[in-house]
Every structure is written in C-alpha cells, then in structure tokens.
C-alpha cells in the first residue's frame, strides 16, 4: 500500500484514538499534549533524515545563506514530505496505536479494535509498518556509512 | 480480531512493556506478588493508563531518535561546517518550540483538526512551524498577513476535505 495512503488511514485512527477520553483511564489531556510534542519531535526528526546536503546547499544558495523565515518554513514542508519522512511517521503511529491497545481498559477493547479495523489497517500491515521503517534506516546508515568512507 | 491484532502487535507492545516496566497485567501481576489484594493491583494499574500510554509515547519517540541518531548526528556536522551560524538549528532542530503564546494554542487546536483530517506532512509542519516563527525573537519580521495565509491555507485543506464529505453525505441520502 502506499506510504502515504497508509499515513492517511492511520492518522485518522491515532485521531479518532486522541479525541477519545473513555477509551484509557486516567488523564487523556495529558496523554494528548504528550502526543502532540512527540509527534512533533518526531516530524523534527523526519526531517533530519529527509535532507541531504545537496538540498540544504542549494536551499543556502538560492536564499543567498540568510533565508527568511517563510522561505526556511516552505523549505521545511517540502523537504518533508518526503518517503523516509512518512515511513518514519507511520512507525510513530504504530507504536502510538500499540501502546493505546495495551493501555485500553478491557471493557473498551472491543471498541478499539472496531475503530482500527474500520480505519482499513489490517494487522499485517503493522508488521510491514515496521519491516518498511527498519529497511529505511538500514539503508540510510549505510548510505552515510559509505559516504564517510 | 483481538487475537490476530494481538499477535501482530507483540513486538511492539514489547516495547511499551519496556517502558513502562511491564503491561498492565504484567504490573497487576507484581503487585498482587508483592502482597496486594487483587482488585486493588488491578484498580492501581487501571487508574494509571493513561500515564502509562504517555511514558510510552516519550518512549516511542526516543527509541526513533536513537535509531535515527547516528545519521543525524552524520548531518550536523556537514551542516554545521562553514555555515551561518544559527541557521541549520533552527532549521533542523529548534523549528518548533514550545509557546504560550495565543496563535500557539490556535496552532495546537488546528493540529488536532489536521491529525483527523488526512492531510500531509507538511501541513503538519507548517502548523508546527507557526509556533517558531512567533516564539522566535528574530522572526519578528514575518508579519500578519504571512501567518494569517499560512492558516488560512491550512484551514482551507480541512474545511474544504469536510465540505466535500459533507456534500457527498446530502447527495447520497
């Protein structure tokens, strides 16, 4: 399936999952702000693993090294969106969703179950989630393996 | 469905049992071991879910950042090599801070609109993004209007997404 397809489908369950305050016991608000910050380290990260140097040198050179803040924002959002950036993202979402299982009150479980099946992810796409995130990075450390040697 | 569900989702429950130091069975498990009554083990973990799904998320994240450290860190030191000093942070690392400011919270409420609504990464990072460029003092010179297009630019892709849905539930029934 589509990578970004994928992020699409799970996005929508994370969401559904977030806005949720009867599903986990204890305090979702805090569950929720955590999220969000992770989510965003983690796009932070996505990002540092989008660029190359190429890019970020052609980015310097077009803003003649001093880019405005809109520009560095556009260049931002461009460079991640990129496949590495939405298999590292979908992980985040995998691991949200199983940790969110695990930390389902019994009674609810069903219910959560529904949501993941109607948001159209099947259990072995949580596997290849996983398998896609683990190859990019392999593939990404030894890129920068060889480039140093 | 719980079965299969479960049983794909092992190894990454794996994970949050590492960081949580057990699942919530696992925890009730120890207690009940340690001397407490069954329905208060239990009763103690339920109570602490939700702590225990957000010491999982820090968790998740941080075992992404580890992966993912070596190629940054590879990165940095290209990047910072004979560069404006300033500009590859914030770029890569400080692009979104943490704010108190009233467009950050408006940022924070639109990122739970775009989380639901299917849109790209770079959505998301633009509303992220809003954040720095009113919390970071040197940002002072993206006025107004620049910040109002970027969220009206957003907002458009979700209203737009739920009008169409809308429009396609009357035309149905």
Partial sequence: MNTIFLYKKLSKIVANLLYRDDFVEGDMEKVRETFVKNFYDVLGLAFNISITEEKFNKFLKETNEFPSDLQSLKFIGETSESPEAYLMVNYFFALFIGMYLECTKKDQLEKVERIIKDGGITPDQFDKIKEDYQQMMLMKKLSVNIAQV | ?173
């Fill in chain 2, 1 to 173: 469905m719980a079965e299969s569900i479960f049983a794909s989702l092992r190894e990454i429950a794996n994970r949050t049992r590492r960081a949580v130091g057990g699942s919530i069975s696992a925890v009730a498990g120890d207690l009940i071991g340690r001397g407490v009554p069954a329905a208060l083990a239990t009763e103690t973990v339920r109570q602490k879910s939700a702590d225990m799904l957000a010491v999982g998320i820090n968790e998740a994240k941080d075992d992404i950042k580890e992966n993912a450290g070596p190629i940054v860190r590879d990165l940095n030191e290209k990047f910072a090599h004979g560069q404006q000093p300033g500009i590859s942070e914030t770029l890569r690392e400080n692009f979104i801070k943490p704010s108190d400011s009233w467009l950050s919270k408006i940022a924070k409420k639109l990122f739970f609109r775009l989380i639901g609504a299917g849109v790209g990464i770079a959505s998301h990072v633009a509303a992220g993004a809003i954040n720095v460029v009113t919390a970071v003092p040197e940002s002072k010179k993206v006025d107004g209007d620049d910040i109002y297009n970027i969220f009206a630019k957003l907002t458009a892709t979700v209203f737009n997404r739920k009008a169409r849905i809308n429009s396609y539930t009357r035309d149905r029934y």
